[in-house]
């Protein structure tokens, strides 16, 4: 069984196909960070046109990586959303266009589903579950009793947790995007400055972000202003503290509640280092099973696509000639 996953609902363009579900004959990712740099963020109208250059040049190369040819295409799985509406349409008409002329079965599938669904190509997935999405746009826990069943738990009332290391790293004058860099800094630094943990109510699972990355850039305003430096590497690690402290207490509280056999990290974040290092040591006495996806599964890519995809194909989802890009697209209504 061989499922092609399309994905471009960023800035990243990326063809994949994937056997029987968890085996990666081919994984192509364009990224376009270069082009956003500059902007110091994603700019929709270019996102979009280099969509349009990539997806012919990297479509071409996923075919070649795994040497198959259209007939060996038993579904195409495509990001319906959310994301970027003009980058989705790239996508989204490029997987209608070539399962229209091969005649090759259409599936829709949610990108977070997919950012879930990259951990299944590192291990088979047992339910019930839990999975920590932590990435650009999203910062949710999920729970899932079965394949294609999500339930959000606890989401993020503002900032998501990548968005707040992008916003901190601009404070920092570091490059787009500030995720990376402030990893690589706090491995560096100490947590020495004091910085507020957002846990809301008592049993909430949700998560903020906002009032954290207000309180670094105040600190690095209020020094500035009386003529003191920061230590960069001390505030990235404090900061990054903050996130996991606050990401992995909430996790650990939801695996004991909700009594699930499997964690899944996911998302962008999830490449973090600190947080990778932080779960790992939390779990390591839980009777549970944490699985942590390889750091190129953990940005955005077309073999998460392809995973899920491949999961609702064998439940027979199809889409049709008429599917739309859906920037708002609901995880938990969509199947
Ligand atoms: P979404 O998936 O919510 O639609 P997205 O697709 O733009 O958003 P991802 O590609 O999943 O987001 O993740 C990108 C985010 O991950 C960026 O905010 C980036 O800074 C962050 N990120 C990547 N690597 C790391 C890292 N090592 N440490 C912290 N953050 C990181
Ligand atoms: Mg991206
Ligand atoms: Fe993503």
Redesign the pocket.
Known sequence: LYIMGIET??D?TAVAIIKNGNEIVANVVASQIESHKRFGGVVPEIASRHHVEQMTIVFEEAMNQANLTFVDLDAIAVTEG??LVGALLIGVNAAKAISFAHQIPLVAVH??AG?IYANRLVKEMSFPLLSLVV????TEIVFMKEHGHFQVIGETRDD?A??A??KVARTLNLPY????H??RLAQEGKPTIDLPRAWLEEGSYDFSFSGLKSSVINTVHNLTQRGETVAPENLAASFQQSVIDVLVTKTVRATKEFQVKQVLLA???A???GLRKALEEAFYELPVDLVIPPLSL???NAAMIAAAGTVLFEKGQRAGMDLNANPGLDLEIHN
């Open positions: 609902s960023c990243e959310p994301g990108h977070i950012h990435s650009g746009g999203h998501a990548g968005e290391y992008d995007p500030g995720g990376p402030i990893d998302g962008g974040v490449a973090n280092r953990c940005t955005d």
